[in-house]
Every structure is written in C-alpha cells, then in structure tokens.
Nanobody, 126 residues
C-alpha cells in the first residue's frame, strides 16, 4: 500500500523557517517524482516544488530562492526547507507521488499525481 506521511508544519512568524518532511512507503521510491503542493480553503491546490531521484527539481516562481526541496533516498523521505516565510505561504501542504515518470516538471500538472499524504498545516503570522 502506497503511503505518504507529511509532517513538520506549524505556526511561524513572517521571515521564519520550517522544514517539512514526507516519509514514503509502499513503492520504489527512486522511480517516481515526489512533490509538495499547497492549498488554501476555497482555492485550487497549487504545486510548490517537485524532485526526482537524481535531484532534478521544479519550483513555483514565488518560492524560488526561499524554499529548497531535497530527498534522502536511503530514508525514502523528501524534505521541503522553507525560509523567508510570508503570510501568503499559509496553507495546508501536501506531498504526493506522480503516477508515472521521472520528470519533475510534471509538478505543473497536479492531476498526474495519484497518491497523496494527509497534509500538514503551515501558518505564517505577520
């Protein structure tokens, strides 16, 4: 059974940092792109960043230079280091596995992701 467990969310002041973790199991980790997405109630889910097993990545323009995605293939875990957080980053953050393929640019098509974690809430206060 494919499982994705997101953790690390919390309340932080603007300018602060958080590191999200996504622990994956039930599939061959190296064969799939893993991504982070976020959603604010009433809005569509938005791709934030994705990574393949070789470290290839994609970022949403508004997070470039502030967020860094990485993966620990030995631990089947993907991280999202978030710095310089802004109130606009407030959302529920989800990690997900792509249905097939190793192109991190698939991040731009959330419909290509077939397995989703439960989400972790990030709240950035001003």
């Amino acid at each position: 059974e494919v499982q994705l467990q997101a953790s690390g969310g919390g309340l932080v002041q603007a300018g602060g940092s958080l590191r999200l973790s996504c622990a994956a199991s039930g599939f061959t980790f190296d064969d799939y792109v893993i991504g982070w997405f976020r959603q604010v109630p009433g809005k569509e889910r938005e791709p934030v960043s994705c990574i393949d097993s070789d470290g290839g990545n994609w970022y949403l323009n508004s997070v470039k230079g502030r967020f860094t995605i990485s993966s620990d293939n030995a631990r089947n875990t993907v991280y999202l280091q978030m710095s310089g957080l802004k109130p606009g980053d407030t959302a529920i953050y989800y990690c997900a596995k792509v249905q097939s393929g190793r192109n991190p640019y698939s991040c731009q098509r959330p419909g290509d992701f077939d397995s989703w974690g439960q989400g972790t809430l990030v709240t950035v206060s001003s």
